[in-house]
């Protein structure tokens, strides 16, 4: 189920119809009327249906745990956002495919959740609206692109830096299919499911931003991970930009 909000309240979905364009990639939105556009999250994904369920939501235990360790070989158990995030932030990682999997999953949950905390309404938008298409590839930026590298790592850091989309460090990049607010994307050797969990304003300049979550899986290998952006354009003729990763710590 998807809600959509404004600030304070929890009007239905129907409600808000003509606050945000249906049009598909390079339209922007603006506010009609004087009207705010509304924060949106997935509550499929969150598993919150309000705002104010945020706090009861990352207490919640994770079920089963996930056992991680450090360069020092220690080992602690993930039972919850709070210590995801601060073991994290002091260097244990999973160690196995599903548990990196997974834990990255959980780890962009409790981010996220942690980020609607302070989200307002913006008060335009220039980023796509649903039903995305193949020309959102177009508008993608290079910071989607697997590394593999430090060459890699460093020309899409530079890529990303200099607004060019994924296509410029990833030629085979193709998009595969989109569904309510998943966008697939495939390219040599791997493909990745980016996966819209909130529109708002995060950074209070007004425009809407996307929290987007990027998981990577490499075909014929065991290299899976999740990542969590704060994206945003101010013009629907530009790449799609990261404002920050965010990551544990940060």
Same mark, same amino acid.
């Given at each position: 189920?998807?809600?959509?909000?404004?600030?304070?309240?929890?009007?239905?979905?129907?409600?808000?119809?003509?606050?945000?364009?249906?049009?598909?990639?390079?339209? =922007?939105?603006?506010?009609? @009327?004087?009207? $705010? !556009?509304?924060?949106?999250?997935? %509550?499929?994904?969150?598993?919150?249906? &309000?705002?104010?369920?945020?706090?009861?939501?990352?207490?919640?235990?994770?079920?089963?745990?996930?056992?991680?360790?450090?360069?020092?070989?220690?080992?602690?158990?993930?039972?919850?956002?709070?210590?995801?995030?601060?073991?994290?932030?002091?260097?244990?990682?999973?160690?196995?495919?599903?548990?990196?999997?997974?834990?990255?999953?959980?780890?962009?949950?409790?981010?996220?959740?942690?980020?609607?905390?302070?989200?307002?309404?913006?008060?335009?938008?220039?980023?796509?609206?649903?039903?995305?298409?193949?020309?959102?590839?177009?508008?993608?930026?290079?910071?989607? =692109?697997?590394?593999?590298? @430090?060459?890699? $790592? !460093?020309?899409?850091?530079?890529? %990303?830096?200099?607004?060019?989309?994924? &296509?410029?460090?990833?030629?085979?990049?193709?998009?595969?299919?989109?569904?309510?607010?998943?966008?697939?994307?495939?390219?040599?050797?791997?493909?990745?499911?980016?996966?819209?969990?909130?529109?708002?304003?995060?950074?209070?300049?007004?425009?809407?931003?996307?929290?987007?979550?990027?998981?990577?899986?490499?075909?014929?290998?065991?290299?899976?991970?999740?990542?969590?952006?704060?994206?945003?354009?101010?013009?629907?003729?530009?790449?799609?930009?990261?404002?920050?990763?965010?990551?544990?710590?940060?």
């Amino acid at each position: 189920m998807l809600l959509s909000v404004l600030a304070a309240c929890s009007p239905p979905r129907s409600a808000n119809r003509g606050v945000e364009s249906s049009s598909s990639e390079g339209t =922007a939105s603006r506010a009609q @009327a004087g009207q $705010a !556009i509304p924060v949106w999250w997935s %509550t499929s994904e969150l598993g919150i249906a &309000r705002l104010s369920d945020i706090d009861s939501e990352l207490a919640k235990p994770f079920e089963g745990g996930i056992t991680l360790s450090n360069a020092e070989r220690e080992k602690a158990l993930v039972a919850d956002c709070a210590t995801a995030r601060d073991l994290q932030a002091r260097g244990f990682a999973a160690q196995y495919p599903r548990d990196i999997s997974t834990l990255g999953v959980l780890t962009a949950k409790c981010l996220a959740l942690e980020a609607l905390r302070t989200v307002k309404p913006a008060r335009m938008s220039f980023l796509p609206t649903r039903p995305y298409s193949a020309s959102i590839i177009e508008f993608l930026p290079a910071a989607l =692109a697997p590394t593999g590298s @430090a060459a890699r $790592a !460093i020309a899409i850091q530079r890529a %990303t830096a200099g607004g060019q989309p994924i &296509r410029m460090v990833e030629v085979t990049v193709a998009f595969e299919a989109a569904r309510d607010e998943e966008i697939l994307i495939k390219g040599e050797g791997w493909q990745e499911t980016l996966t819209l969990l909130g529109r708002g304003d995060f950074d209070a300049d007004g425009k809407q931003d996307w929290l987007l979550r990027a998981d990577l899986a490499m075909e014929g290998g065991t290299n899976h991970n999740s990542r969590l952006f704060l994206m945003s354009r101010d013009s629907p003729d530009e790449v799609i930009a990261v404002k920050r990763e965010l990551k544990p710590g940060r």
